[in-house]
């Protein structure tokens, strides 16, 4: 078979780019050597968020329903039927980007791809016996796998990571989650939502460490109301697997103070390196940089004309909808189109609860890049709407310029924040003011009102409800 492009890797990387390569007119095949959906849909952000949704359920009825005159005689947790319900949303999931590759015409090859020039590539099919396709482009997009050094000890027994965390269906009592960031913090609280004791072993001074200062502290304070704890500046030495436990040894940064915690499961997840394993790289003479990345330039395209890669393979956050714009980029520009991406406004989210999203400059960054600003803040605890459902943790921040009054930065903490992000996209896609979502009507009550009330704020003591 002779195709235009030819995408390895379908994660919404790979699968974006197919279908917009399609939709352009192009002919167009897509290898994938496990499931369509890649880390994102089989692995990561739709079965995480399946359990976040199930166990914050379960938390509300065990907490909340009382409060709300809602009285449950007995709350159980049903694991097994907890984790067969997030298989059914994933493979529904994969069902549909079945059905689209169909729908495009897009030809999918289940197997592993590899280079054998920058116009041949080999597919080893799943089912069996091995064929070739030609193609006049490539888009490799071969996503990330979990970062597990040797001395963390990974066995996916009791040493796991995000994959098996996904997969546990007997609460464990107790879990070390090595690594305070979006991961380990999302899948810590499903667990701590569920009663385990969740213990976080933190490099840094402070989770999320890539997000706004203050999110990360409103984020920890709730958290620890959870029942999480934390070791902060504190660092992991040793790994030991038993048959039904772990040992972790555990050092305080800049320090000799050891100690030992022992559990049922730790979790490594201190983030996720590039995957290129038997891509035939080599044969094409590509080079990874020094963090297994491939280099790309401004239009995605590697060293080798012809050739572009997208998403966690190469630099830039790990964010599905990151590789998402990025395969739409790639397929226009092949198209002959003028696409652009502005990273600066692709949001962060953590899907606890309350969530965590943030978009545009840090109040770290904007110091550090030696611009002036200002500061509107609004605590969701002043909403109508976050009382009615006894939602009241967190905050929405609003950084502005200090002379244009142009929004820079927005970061917030609370109920659907990860949607209300969205908000703060679009105003900076515009190059809004803050007086421009100041003088925006927000419906009442929403959790929305809190981030006109942050712009109020943010344009001069302005804000209605404080
Ligand atoms: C637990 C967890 C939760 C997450 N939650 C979120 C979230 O809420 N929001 C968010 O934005 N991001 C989230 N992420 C990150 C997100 O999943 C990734 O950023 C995203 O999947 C990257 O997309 P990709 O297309 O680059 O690669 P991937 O999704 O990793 O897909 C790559 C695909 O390529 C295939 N492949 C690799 N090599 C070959 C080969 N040689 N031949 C054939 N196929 C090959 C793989 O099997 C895989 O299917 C989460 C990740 C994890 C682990």
Redesign the pocket.
Known sequence: MKYDVTV?????????AAIRCAQLGMKTAI???????????????I???ALLDSTEHYHAAVHKFTEHGIDVPEVNVNMPQMIKRKADVVSQTVKGIEFLMKKNKIDTYY????FISAHKIK?EKNEGGVEEIETDKVII??????NTPASMGYDGERVI???E??EITKVPKRMVVIGGG??GL??GSVYARLGTQVEVVEYLDRIIPGMDKDCSKELMRSLKKLGVKFHLKHMVTKVDALKTKVKVAVQKRDSEDTFTLEADYCLVAIG?VP?????GLENIGLKTDDRGRIPVDANLQTTVPGVYA????IQG????????EE?VLVAELLAGQKPHIDYNLIPN?V?TWPEVAGVGQTEEQLKEAGISFKVGKFPIKALGRARASMDTEGMIKILADASTDEVLGVHMVGPRVADLIAEAVTAMEFRASAEDIARMSHAHPTYAEAVKEAALAATGDRALHM
């Open positions: 390895i890797g379908s994660g919404p990387g790979g699968y974006v290898i994938e050597k496990t499931s369509l959906g890649g880390t994102c849909l089989n692995v990561g952000c079965p995480s968020k197997g592993f791809g590899s597919v997009a071969t996503g990330s796998m979990p990571t995000s994959t965390a996904l979006v991961i999302e899948l996720r995957y290129t394993d038997k891509l997208i998403g966690d393979v956050a790990m964010l599905a909808h990151k590789a998402e395969g989210v899907y």
